[in-house]
């Protein structure tokens, strides 16, 4: 399984890093040379634009394990672009 974090870092100012979106990408198919993957992906809330956490469920299909990890994640984040998000239920509105 890979796990990617993405930190937004504003300014470069290290004191004010924090976590924007994390990703999970795990191979179900047996470590084949041609793989299927299934992508878990998870956004937190974006108060510029008013938008809450959120989370999505894609996969990658017939990847060629021989290619670049770089490779795999592309096509991991072009799918998680266009995956159906379900906004994150905030704990004090249950």
């Given amino acids: 399984m890979l796990i990617i974090t993405i930190d937004l870092v504003p300014g ?3 004191s004010f890093r924090r976590t924007i979106g994390s990703m999970r990408i ?3 198919t047996n470590l084949a040379d041609v793989s299927d993957y299934e992508v878990d992906v998870i956004e ?3 108060p510029l634009v008013g938008t809450r956490a959120r989370n999505a469920r ?3 299909e017939r990847h ?3 290619q670049a990890v770089w490779a795999l994640l592309a ?3 072009d799918e ?3 995956a159906k998000f379900e906004e994150l239920r905030s704990p ?3």
Avoid: F, L
Wanted: proline share 0%.
């Fill in 12 to 14: 470069g100012y290290e």
């Fill in 26 to 28: 795990a191979n179900v």
């Fill in 44 to 46: 937190g809330a974006n």
């Fill in 58 to 60: 894609c996969t990658v």
């Fill in 64 to 66: 060629d394990r021989r």
């Fill in 75 to 77: 096509k991991a984040a």
């Fill in 80 to 82: 998680a672009t266009r």
């Fill in 92 to 94: 004090e509105k249950e």
